[in-house]
């Protein structure tokens, strides 16, 4: 599902979207959204503002930003966008590399998303027998648990290492995660605990 901004209205649809990380077309992550300039006269995005890890404001047009499949997808490419070293603390670091392992989790997990598809596929189409197909999803679904185990673990450290500060992407990057969980394990994780545990320290 593709919907784009500048065919949405709404002061309270935007305030959610403040924080959220926005993704190239290429897939990479250009930053958060920091601010979104309304118009009075009918409450649609004017434009928006994202700040990447370096600090750097890249100013979007609603019309080149969609939510595709529930991310936000930009048309501008990386490649367009000046990057500036990042100067961070030590604090900054760690939460950081949290952000990362995460991040492949999360990617892991797509994969098998789509592994788990193929497989039903293959098992419709005859190309995979009983024996198999039920060998391949027993696979998927430990492995899947597993990530879940691992993600939920991280969470947990940040949320007690929450004076660990971070970069304003890496925020709006954790918030992706945790929804990403929540759509994994259902209320058996608390979004709003972690927030309150870790974004509102």
Same mark, same amino acid.
């Given at each position: 599902m593709t919907k784009r901004l500048d065919k949405v209205r709404g002061k309270e649809f935007f305030a959610k979207l403040l924080k959220l990380p926005v993704y190239s077309s290429e897939g990479e992550l250009l930053g958060v959204i920091k601010r979104i300039v309304l118009k009075r006269s009918d409450w649609k995005a004017k434009e928006l503002h994202i700040e990447t890890s370096s600090g750097q404001l890249i100013k979007l047009r609603p019309k080149d930003v969609s939510i595709v499949d529930g991310r936000l997808i930009a048309k501008v490419s990386t490649s367009k966008i000046v990057r500036k070293p990042?100067?961070?603390?030590?604090? =900054?670091?760690? =939460? =950081?590399q949290y952000i990362e392992k995460l991040e492949k989790i999360v990617k892991e997990l797509n994969a098998l998303d789509s592994a788990g598809i193929e497989t039903d596929i293959g098992f419709v189409r005859g190309e995979i027998d009983r024996t198999t197909y039920f060998k391949l999803k027993k696979q998927i679904a430990r492995r899947r648990s597993t990530l879940i185990s691992e993600m939920i673990e991280i969470l947990n450290r940040l949320a007690r290492e929450r004076s660990s500060s971070l970069e304003p992407v890496d925020e709006g990057r954790l918030i992706y995660y945790v929804e990403r969980l929540k759509a994994e394990v259902g209320d058996e994780y608390s979004f709003e605990e972690f927030i309150d545990k870790f974004l509102k320290s």
């Open positions: 990042r100067h961070t603390g030590r604090k =900054s670091n760690i =939460s =950081s």
